[in-house]
């Protein structure tokens, strides 16, 4: 109980220094989606090719604690034909195998990136976080 009010401070403190435009709302409903539905990319965009993912597993170990679970289809251009991934770690019944030490990425879900806002991306179906700008356009009008 303490530990999930800890963490939720952490979320809002984060929020609030490293996002100027979105803010993160909501909470998590340990539905497990976030931990079945994973994209991947690199410099060159979504990973949509298997050997490229081995490749990734090879340098870098901590992809090895996922499989392609899927691949994107019907959904925009940008995410079209991605492959999807699931953690290895996710029990049948939502809960993590190794939450006290599960990776950053993680314990650092839901991360705003601005760009990938703007190109359209939204959070998972009945996900319980959801994005929201930060402050409404009337706000800034009153302040100048």
């Known amino acids: 109980m303490i530990k999930n009010f800890v963490e939720d401070i952490i979320f809002s403190i984060k929020n609030k ?5 979105y803010v993160i709302k909501g909470k998590c409903k340990r539905c497990g989606a976030c ?8 410099q060159e965009g979504y990973i949509k090719d298997e050997e490229i993912f ?3 597993q090879k340098k870098y170990p901590y992809y090895r604690n ?9 959904k925009k251009d940008f995410q079209n034909g991605a ?3 699931e953690c290895k770690f996710i029990s049948k019944n939502n809960k993590c195998k190794i939450y006290p ?7 650092d879900y839901p991360n705003i990136n601005p760009s990938l806002i703007y190109e359209g991306v939204t959070m998972l179906d009945g996900c319980g976080f959801y994005f929201d700008i930060d ?7 009153k302040n100048n």
């Open 135 to 141: 402050k409404k356009f009337k706000t800034y009008l």
């Open 54 to 56: 081995k490749k990734m």
């Open 66 to 74: 996922f499989k392609i679970s899927g691949i994107v289809k019907d």
């Open 17 to 21: 220094l490293f996002s100027s435009k």
């Open 35 to 42: 931990c079945r539905n994973i994209l991947f990319s690199t």
């Open 83 to 85: 492959l999807t991934f």
């Open 101 to 107: 030490i599960r990776p950053i990425f993680c314990r």
